[in-house]
């Protein structure tokens, strides 16, 4: 079982840079696809970005394309998100998830049902 740590939310005014981290843990050895989602107070969970293992084949959702950018480091076993000029409407609770595949490129649909292990997420607010 992956178990997923996320860190480095917080409050940020609007036009800001937030940097989140990702650690995980337990079953690293295995190879797995990474994500972000998002989750705003009365909304419904929405993919932001996603990752292969190798880190070759990257995807981010149009609302955030151009200011967000998922990497990860697989010796570290850390996936991160940089988000750059951030909006009012990207205050939200953010989560990291990992979608276990045997493969170097694989990335799954990128919705919730799609990956397995889950992170506690992260609150990022978005205000001046």
């Known amino acids: 079982q992956l178990q997923l740590v996320e860190s480095g939310g917080g409050l940020v005014q609007p036009g800001g840079s937030l940097r989140l981290s990702c650690e995980g843990s337990?079953?690293?050895?295995?190879?797995?696809?990474a994500g972000w989602f998002r989750q705003a107070s009365g909304r419904e969970r929405e993919f932001v970005a996603m990752?292969?293992?190798?880190?070759?084949?990257?995807y981010h959702a149009d609302s955030v394309r151009g200011r967000f950018t998922i990497s990860k480091d697989n010796g570290a076993h850390a996936i991160y998100l940089q988000m750059s000029n951030l909006k009012p409407e990207d205050t939200a609770v953010y989560y990291c998830?990992?979608?276990?595949?045997?493969?170097?490129?694989?990335?799954?649909?990128?919705?919730?049902?799609?990956?397995?292990?889950w992170g506690q997420g992260t609150q990022v607010t978005v205000s001046s």
């Open positions: 990752i292969s293992w190798n880190g070759r084949n990257s």
């Open positions: 998830a990992a979608s276990v595949y045997n493969s170097d490129y694989y990335v799954p649909a990128p919705n919730p049902e799609a990956f397995g292990s």
């Open positions: 337990g079953d690293t050895y295995t190879k797995y696809a």
